[in-house]
C-alpha cells in the first residue's frame, strides 16, 4: 500500500543527506575557491559534509543553574518564615 502525502513527514527533504548531488557539489566547492565556473564537471573533488551537531549542555553549567534555583528557593523559604505567615497546608497556632 502507498503511503497519502499528507501523511508523509515534512522534513524528509530538509534531513542530513550523506551524499550531495552534483550542482550541491560544485555550489560547496565554489564557495571554498577549488572549482571555477570554466573547469570541467567530470572527476570533482570530494566535498566534506558534516552533520551540525546540536551543542550540549555543560555539566557545570547545569549544576550552576541547579545551585541557583536551590539558592532562590531558599531565599522564598526563609522570607516566608520571617514574615511569620504560615506555609501553604500548615495550621496556624
Given at each position: 500500500?502507498?503511503?497519502?502525502?499528507?501523511?508523509?513527514?515534512?522534513?524528509?527533504?530538509?534531513r542530513?543527506r550523506?551524499?550531495?548531488?552534483r550542482?550541491?557539489?560544485?555550489?560547496k566547492l565554489?564557495?571554498?575557491?577549488?572549482?571555477s565556473?570554466?573547469?570541467?564537471?567530470?572527476?570533482?573533488?570530494?566535498v566534506?559534509h558534516?552533520?551540525?551537531?546540536?551543542?550540549?549542555k555543560d555539566k557545570?553549567k547545569?549544576?550552576?543553574?541547579?545551585?541557583?534555583?536551590?539558592?532562590?528557593?531558599?531565599?522564598?523559604?526563609?522570607?516566608?518564615?520571617?514574615?511569620?505567615?504560615?506555609?501553604?497546608?500548615?495550621?496556624?497556632?
Amino acid at each position: 500500500m502507498s503511503l497519502d502525502k499528507s501523511l508523509k513527514s515534512q522534513n524528509s527533504l530538509v534531513r542530513h543527506r550523506n551524499v550531495l548531488s552534483r550542482a550541491e557539489r560544485l555550489e560547496k566547492l565554489e564557495e571554498e575557491d577549488r572549482w571555477s565556473e570554466g573547469a570541467s564537471v567530470l572527476g570533482l573533488a570530494k566535498v566534506v559534509h558534516r552533520k551540525a551537531a546540536l551543542a550540549k549542555k555543560d555539566k557545570a553549567k547545569v549544576e550552576e543553574a541547579a545551585e541557583t534555583a536551590a539558592e532562590a528557593a531558599a531565599e522564598t523559604s526563609e522570607q516566608t518564615e520571617q514574615s511569620g505567615k504560615p506555609k501553604p497546608g500548615e495550621v496556624s497556632q
